[in-house]
């Protein structure tokens, strides 16, 4: 425990009474600062740490790493670059001043051994834990967290208590039982420390845990007095085949050639046409390979063939089972109850994570399929080009990007300006095709689609096919941890808390404005209406143009998230309709429920088979179909003549 | 039942000319739809014999083509049966087409006829005939057919015109063809919802023999606003009201109903 | 709030078949408009086949064999052979979904994925037998014959490595099979087909919203197949279809030649036999359907039977055009399923004409060879002096503007022309442009609304 002598100087030496340089320390234990053993060298690290000089820190490295050198002719300390020649560039270790062409003869390099260097490193560590700079402490404590070892437990739990931050102090303690449990002196030190940690989420505690829970395969034929972590039954958790194998690797029974081995062996043994007999010819046969090969092995030029029963009865006079690396029962007992309720609660924070992931996803889904919400589902006009729009406005986004380089700003502008643009589109896709085709909605639909193709095509030519990115600001960079399996990033917040926005100004719109008002009655009795004198030309131009401005205001938030492409629009228009499909057309709600389920459903279905995304587009597509079966007008269905007022 | 269905002696005994309906054809019984919690139809009860015409009245918004719908499959009330034949078939467990097989034919009160097809096309597809697809698509007609579309087309009186577009004809010639398609098919029950609107007084009186004639051998079913028209059909009488009969009777006896004036007649 | 939505959407006045809004196609009002004097029933659509489109198919057939690689003249190269072989099996799509749109009224965005299917389902026998003539092959050489499951290995590993696995999945069952591998042409699509149709017109979905449904349909289908362990190669598909088994030492000229006469007469029965089924009663009952769905129904027409019954038909024709063209492709993957290619076929028949079988053929022919003219750089740049127009970069803006406005001004496509030609223009009527009524015809649509009041 020399280290904890070197802690308590260390903590005891009051930091401004002596001031001293690293060299002078250096030449008062010269001798043992030349060639340092494991055993001794702890008093000249214990005073280099008290020393107090700045360069103590990078010293102890530089000294770790085998770049101290002697020079013999005075027996000063210095560090040395080669610069060929065999002679030296050598640094004045204080004050960094370089003394050059020193030749080769007159230097000795100082090469701690392995024991030394971790001497070393443990002054290093202890040295830093308590370095007056807060980052340079944390740092510290990250470096132990990633690479733990037995030397970094003391310096450590020293340390804590003179720690001043709170939050620091809390993570040195944790990392202190992280190692405790696995370094710890005595068992009952151990299992305290195991204990410690319940409750904590961290990958690196699960890590740990599972580190002492490390298993290994093993086989015998009694169960060993060992730490068994399970017994495998053949049949049932391992197949025979494989325990036979486990037999051969560990040498307890004869390897059964395998079907490559028999290949090879009969193509060896090719005896003018026939092998040990057989014709070559018949060779395609299986069972005359096996018998030729069988000829071969009573010949004795090949081994033989195992008998199946064999096999099984090798195997059945075995146990195999799994043993922990750990010997000590009590201590994989508490390891395993401790795991065992961590990852209950891992598996419920999945679940919240899931679900805040899910709650992302729908709000995308719901904004990219809010603006066809208006056009499709109050309008009744299917508009094929909407992804369009979509695209239109993150490519907005993305050249206002490349005019105003400031992140927040540019979003602030492009925000409004996506809209005003896909308004613009879309008032002018009203005017010129759509208005022609009102109350023919497959030919809108076709009509539509050919502008959608145009606009694809005109992105690409103008942007290229390569993905541009919408580069969002800092403030948006990060992610909200909850903790460490519950995250969610900043721009699905966004993107979330955008939804609602529309969501709130769309009702607010619809229901609560003379414009709301006009739109209804426009697109349930034109005729009337225009006799009450509202104008069906400009209220439905306007409609179309809010909902495709929305799609454009969609396009700048999905593009934050996803990548700016032509083809972007077309990822989002079948899920847009069947959302607005699903959720029961002409109603932000429905939209809203529409969203909530498909969004929902398409993670609900990842969680089973997190691999394979397409997968799980291709069962949500499925679903829809089916759902729409039996609830042809989506969730929230409007009955009969009198909906809508 | 609210409505006083039958407080005079039946109209027969009355010395009209009214037949006495054979077997029971088809039972309404207890119906009611809603309709957004608007009350179309409450709880009505009508029978119609074979053969036997009837004629429904009633004023705007009575339930009287709702009452056709619902015979007919296209709405389903919320309570209620509506049984049909010999074998007390429930008509709404069977579709719109399943019932139109079973025998029941329709003329809808707006002419619907296929307008982007010929008369002939359109007396064809009607004309009584398996009906499955793979019947239909090895459908070949033999001289009989072309021979009944003609005296068809002679009934209805459009037998210069059954090579011509069946949008292309006036909305009275519409109105024919629609009903000569209701006896092409050849039901056992025929709802007329308002085959006289928009005939002139010739065809009116037409309309009638056709329909009187129908109602030989089968269960016919007239609505109608025109009081000339009922009366000429010399028919039982029932008037509908709110979605529930509020007369039966000839229609004499109706017209004498004091809540008839009152809701339908006007003074 | 839920019980105030703003669901306008359903209701025009009159209904989409007589409340249409005046636009540039739309010069009659349906019922009211006069008869034209002298007008003759015989309309573009009552399908009685037009035998001259055979017989200039014919001696179109006659004239590439005799201008080929393989009659020796080679004035048209084999790989062109191929494009108009590959043409005629688009148009015998175009036609079949001419049928089950222009005719019977169902939009569906889902018959390219049946076209492909069918592709799929002969691309497995092609790739499988091909493949086992490799393998046997190169096991010739091996000391000791192999066994049959050396053989099936070495196949499975041949065709899956792309995907990183060697075993053959078992819908690769029947791949040894010819026969049972085109019955699965057959079946494969029209059993999807059946069932999604009977899903779809059971629950009486109509207009757009079942044009969404067969979409997502298709949308599901090649994403499916986009997986690797869709068990066909993933997005890796099915490739080197050109090279027939048991056919290695012909020439491609005269492969080529063989498979343009097979999608030839391919067409041709294809056209006879929708033209048999477009006219006479059949014709009439869809064309029925088409225009006033429910009122076909009171006529005691099983409507859904006959929904399925083109659906179906139409479904298999196209899988069996597919079993044509792709061997002609010579590669299929899944990109050819995706719901813009079943968009392109509405795409074509519309520029063709809906409703009358050679417009449809006409549009798939003329926009598909024209759409490889200009995306294969055979179309000369043209120079505006500040910009030099590519084809192939500005062929798609093309097509989609000259779509919208073949939709605004030219609703009959350039079947209409024909009009002209043999005919005074008719007047348009109602029924002309196919299905407009609203999309939830089934409930609440222009003609429940026409039948009662
Ligand atoms: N699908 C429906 N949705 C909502 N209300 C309906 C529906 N069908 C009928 N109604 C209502 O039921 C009532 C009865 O309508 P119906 O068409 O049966 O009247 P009617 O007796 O035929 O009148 P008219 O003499 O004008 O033809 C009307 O008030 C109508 O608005
Ligand atoms: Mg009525």
Redesign the pocket.
Known sequence: MRLLKILAALLLLPAAVLAQDVQSVLQTHAEEAASPSRRSVGVLLADISASGAPETATFLERYRDREVWQRLSDGRFYYAEDTGDRTYTLIDIDTGAATEGVSADDLEQIRPNGGVQREIAGALVAFQLSDPDISRRRTAVEAIARSPSEDHLAPLRASVDTEPDPALKARKEQLADLLAATYGDTPEERIAAIEDLTGSLSVEVRAALNRILATEAGVATDLPEANIARVLEPGRDLTEAAAYGILVSEGLAQANPTDAEIYTALTQNIDGGTVAGVPVALLGDPAERLRAYDALAEAGAVPRRIPPEAIAGAVTSHVFFESYLEPDEAITDAARRVLSGIQTRVGLGQVADRTLDGLSLMSIYFLAAIGLAITFGVMGVINMAHGEFIMMGAYTGYVVQLFVPDYTLSLAIALPLAFVVTFGAGVALERSVIRFLYHRPLETLLATFGISIALQQLAKNIFGTQARPLTSPDWLAGAWAVNDVIQISYIRIAIFVLALIFLALLLFLLNRTRLGLEVRAVTQNPGMAASMGIDPDRINMLTFGLGSGIAGIAGVAIGLYAQVTSEMGSSYIVQSFMTVVVGGVGNVWGTLAGASLIGGLQKGIEWFNPSNTLAAQTYMVIFIILFIQFRPKGIVALK???AGD | MTALTESEPRSHERGERARRPGATLLEVSGVSVT??G?R?INNLSISIGEPELRAII??????????M?IVTGK?RPDEGRVLWGEKSLNLLKMSESEIARAGIGRKF?KPTVFEAQTVRANLAMALKAPRSPFDVLFFRPGPDVAARISELAAEIGLAGELDRLSGELSHGQKQWLEIGMLLAQDPRLLLV??PAAGMTPAEREHTTDLLKRAAEKHAVVV?E?DMEFVRRLECRVTV?HE?SVLAEGSLDHVTRDQRVIDVYLGR | MTDTPHSLGRKYPGGGRHGRAIGPSDNGDGEAAPPPAGRRADHGETGKPKYWVLGLLFLFCFAVTIMSEAAGTGTISTSFVKTLGKTLCLCLAAIAMDVVWGYTGILSLGHMAFFGLGGYMIGQWLMYARTEAIVLENLASQPIPATPQEIQNAIGSQIFGVVGSSDLPPIWGFAHSLTLQLALVVLVPGLLALVFGWLAFRSRVTGVYLSILTQAMTLALSLYLFQNDSGLRGNNGLSGLQNIPGHEQTSQAVISLAFFWASALAFAAGYLLFSWIVSGKMGSVIRGIRDNESRVRFLGYPVEGFKLFVFTLTAVVCGLAGALYYPQAGIINPAEIAPIASIYLAVWVAIGGRGRLYGAAIGAAFVSLLSSWFTGGGAPPLDLGFYRILWTDWWLVLLGLSFVLVTLFAPKGIGGLFDFLVRKPEADREGDYGPDAGSRRAE?GPE?EEA??
Request: net charge negative; hydrophobic share 25%; glycine share 16%.
């Open positions: 009969g003549r009198a | 309709f957004d608007f179309a009633g004023p705007n918004g009575a339930g009287k083509t709702t009452f719908d709405t009160q919802d308002e609505v606003h509908l979605g | 609440e429940d009662r009041t």
